[in-house]
């Protein structure tokens, strides 16, 4: 079981959206089973809320099924439950060696590496950009699928 954390500030725009598309791509590759995908929060202001409007309306238009997410903060545990710890921009990647007490183990990554790029996703909750976010986010998701699958030996 490969065992994936998505990382933002509140857990309520971009590391859900980044949950659920990756779920989407797994299960529409038929790998599903190998994966826990969950998703979380470097902060504490968002804690037990659902996914931001802008985000559902991302997944209404593009087909993307979601259950019923509230927002969690991460925690040290992580670190050891999970393979990857996927953050959306240098901030939260600061904030989650923060949370952790570092990355011995080179778990924790920027979503838009697997893309081939540093930059960040932009945060629609300050932007209102969701489409701009969700283009980034899929391109990194499928990125990060590609490279777990090539690392992993997934079936492509």
Not at 93 to 106: H, K, L, S
Request: net charge negative.
């Amino acid at each position: 079981m490969i065992k994936i954390l998505f990382i933002c500030h509140g857990n309520i725009c971009r590391s859900p959206m980044a949950e659920f598309i990756f779920k989407h791509l797994i299960a529409q590759a038929g790998l599903s089973a190998h994966f826990q995908i969950r998703s979380a929060a470097t902060s504490r202001e968002e804690i037990g809320n659902p996914i931001h409007h802008g985000t559902m309306g991302i997944f209404r238009k593009y087909h993307i099924p979601c259950d019923g997410h509230r927002a969690v903060q991460m925690t040290k545990q992580d670190y050891e439950t999970y393979d990857y710890l996927i953050g959306m921009d240098t901030w939260n990647i600061r904030n989650m060696n923060r949370i952790t007490g570092g990355d011995p183990d080179g778990k924790i990554h920027k979503l838009m590496e697997y893309a081939g790029s540093g930059r960040d996703v932009a945060d629609p909750w300050y932007t209102g950009d969701f489409e701009t976010t969700y283009r980034d986010v899929l391109e990194g998701c499928q990125g990060l699928l590609r490279e777990v699958q090539r690392t992993e030996q997934l079936p492509n």
